[in-house]
Nanobody, 120 residues
Framework: VQLQASGGGSVQPGGSLRLSCVASGFNLGDYAVAWFRQAPGKEREAVSCIDSSDENTDYYYAESVKGRFTLSRDNAKNSVYLQMNDLRPEDTAVYYC????????????WGQGTQVTVSS
């Protein structure tokens, strides 16, 4: 039972990356999934979240990424993706995905983190 985060890399400002969060051993569609990030010397912050509902799916985006990042699910691949466009140096961080079974629960599953570096 695990989450595998991948897709990070180094890009120039204005570039794009797509992060993937793939679950094994459980049905990720039954979980809310969030992406967090942590930059050196800073606290971890929530970037985006998608709930577990197939209808009227709710999304959350931090103000700093609205209009640039898009979260999506592919239940057939047991995956959640974070498309990141127009990347900025301040987006540089280690990105983690996490899964939450029920609202209010702790995030019980965490991916290992993937580094995103934005610099010229």
């Amino acid at each position: 039972v695990q989450l595998q985060a991948s897709g990070g890399g180094s890009v120039q400002p204005g570039g794009s990356l797509r992060l993937s969060c793939v679950a094994s051993g459980f049905n990720l569609g039954d979980y809310a999934v969030a992406w967090f990030r942590q930059a050196p010397g800073k606290e971890r912050e929530a970037v985006s979240c998608i709930d577990s509902s197939d209808e009227n799916t709710d999304y959350y985006y931090a103000e700093s990424v609205k209009g640039r990042f898009t979260l999506s699910r592919d239940n057939a691949k047991n995956s959640v993706y974070l498309q990141m466009n127009d990347l900025r140096p301040e987006d540089t961080a280690v990105y983690y995905c996490a899964a939450q079974r029920l609202p209010g629960d702790q995030y019980g599953y965490w991916g290992q983190g993937t580094q995103v570096t934005v610099s010229s």
